[in-house]
């Protein structure tokens, strides 16, 4: 299984980025995916999370500005809006072959494979 993201850039506050993460090799009927990101010095934290059943998730801090989703059976994007400085953050995509628990606070050791990570800068 591969996750590769891609999307991340530099963007002044207020501005926008969408982050994509395809996957291959990966086929499960049942599954948890997830975006979670980690500042310097800081540990990962999740994001916004997705199910197989269609429900999502946010951290607190980005709801209302961030969307995830699924383009297709293989891509789950991060619609990101109205970014912050405190968004900068290498944004990761991370997926499991089970739903359990699936929120935006699911912890990373609960995910079995993860992306390489993208950068997010947002400029004040």
């Known amino acids: 299984v591969q996750l590769v993201e891609s999307g991340g ?20 009927r049942s599954y948890c995916l997830g975006w979670f990101r980690q500042a310097p010095g800081k540990e990962r934290a999740g994001v916004a999370a997705i199910h197989s059943d ?11 500005r961030f969307t995830i989703s699924q383009d297709n059976a293989n891509t789950l994007s991060l619609e990101m809006n109205d970014l912050r400085p405190e968004d900068s953050a290498v944004y990761y995509c991370a997926a499991r072959g089970r739903i359990g628990y699936c ?22």
């Open 9 to 28: 850039g530099s963007v002044q506050a207020g501005g926008s980025l969408k982050l994509s993460c395809v996957a291959s090799g990966y086929n499960q």
């Open 54 to 64: 269609g429900d999502t998730s946010y951290a607190d801090s980005v709801k209302g």
């Open 103 to 124: 929120y935006d606070d699911s912890r990373p050791s609960e995910f079995s494979y993860w992306g390489q990570g993208t950068q997010v800068t947002v400029s004040s």
